[in-house]
């Protein structure tokens, strides 16, 4: 048995088929993966997202830690409730984790990293932290709960209520802002609009079936994993991880390279590597029948030159899309071997489909 949310039962009750990820005991469907897909695509669905672990910083030098510990800037946070996708290195520039940091103020930052990785986090950013005398705080008594779709901000307004929607209506994107207890951020991992709710973990099963009453259905792991890898988001462990750079992975956007003076962990690694040929991070679509998965070998010209990192079938775009890593360089059709059979795949650049329309 591995750890539960607060909304293990209610998961049960609502017949969730349960799997084991990243030692959590978690819903990877509740029925038809595929009319979950489509239910955040095209109305609103909502996520237990309580397994990840939120960080709060505190101390009067944590902005100039965080200049340190991220690859990205928190220079560019200047508004109370900003956020920051980053990726965290380690000396040689591979990718411990990549998180959201939210400034709050001068001496407080919070931030969110996946759960699988949680144990090796915490001690890497503690240690990092000392220097700093940072204070790094586990909320191990928050839970959170992602509502995300075309109408999930206006039904999550009707479930919080009146003042709630007032206090939320001009949030901007990667923003956050604190209604009551909730911490609600305008972020999310499926490419549509939405919220991830940080709030007390003895009030998520109350807000999950509130949501639940106002048409929000709730979607498993398994229409997670293809609605981000149709929005172009990596996942860690698959797309990348600590033997790969940001460069390798598609992150070089996350990377503050200005000014070239701020030094952050693993910074030397990566410019070397910014000026010398390295592998790309691609997307893939299959015409044919046929589903791409992880670790299938892509080939150009009788040659292998790299593998999938993610794939599945999009249902969005009705046909089998991926991630991959492969030599730098190649463009347009290549294939990819299928149990000895190679089928042909176009090079795109991803996302695939984001808030509800396909991308390529």
Request: glycine letters at 10%; one cysteine or more; a neutral charge.
């Amino acid at each position: 048995m591995g750890q539960r949310t607060p909304l293990y039962a209610t998961h049960v009750a609502q017949h969730a088929k349960m799997v084991d990820f990243g030692g959590w005991d978690m819903p990877i469907n509740y029925g038809s993966q595929i009319e979950e897909h489509h239910q955040v695509r095209r109305d609103a669905g909502m996520f237990d997202v309580s397994h990840m672990t939120v960080l709060d910083l505190r101390g009067p030098r944590v902005r100039e830690f965080l200049r340190y510990l991220l690859a990205n800037n928190v220079d560019r946070l200047k508004d109370s409730g900003k956020a920051l996708y980053s990726c965290m290195l380690n000396e040689r520039g591979g990718v411990i984790d990549d998180l959201i940091v939210y400034f709050m103020d001068e001496s407080w930052f919070r931030m969110v990293v996946n759960a699988a990785t949680r144990d090796k986090d915490i001690a890497w950013i503690t240690k990092q932290a000392q220097a700093f005398n940072v204070a790094v705080t586990e909320r191990g008594e928050l839970s959170m709960i992602a509502v995300q779709g075309p109408n999930a901000r206006a039904k999550a307004h009707q479930v919080l209520g009146k003042a709630a929607e007032g206090a939320l209506s001009d949030i901007g994107v990667f923003f956050a802002r604190t209604v009551g207890e909730m911490f609600v951020a305008r972020t999310g991992y499926t490419g549509e609009d939405g919220y991830e709710i940080i709030l007390p973990a003895t009030q998520a099963v109350n807000l999950w079936k509130q949501l639940f009453e106002a048409g929000v259905k709730p979607i498993g792991l398994g229409a997670r994993d293809t609605l981000r890898l149709e929005a172009g988001m990596n996942l860690y462990g698959s797309d990348m991880d600590e033997t790969l750079t940001p460069l390798e992975a598609g992150l070089a956007w996350t990377v503050g390279w200005n000014p070239p003076e701020r030094n952050f962990i693993g910074r030397a690694v990566l410019d070397a590597q910014r000026t010398t040929p390295h592998r790309q991070f691609v997307g893939l679509v299959l015409s044919d029948k046929g589903v791409l998965r992880n670790h299938q070998k892509v080939l150009a010209g009788g040659k292998e030159i790299g593998e999938i990192t993610s794939g599945s079938f999009s249902p969005t775009l009705g046909k089998a899309i991926a991630f991959a890593r492969i030599d730098a360089g190649v463009t347009g059709e290549c294939g990819v071997d299928m149990r000895g059979k190679v089928l042909s795949v176009t090079i795109v650049k991803p996302p695939f489909a984001r808030n509800g329309k396909a991308c390529v």
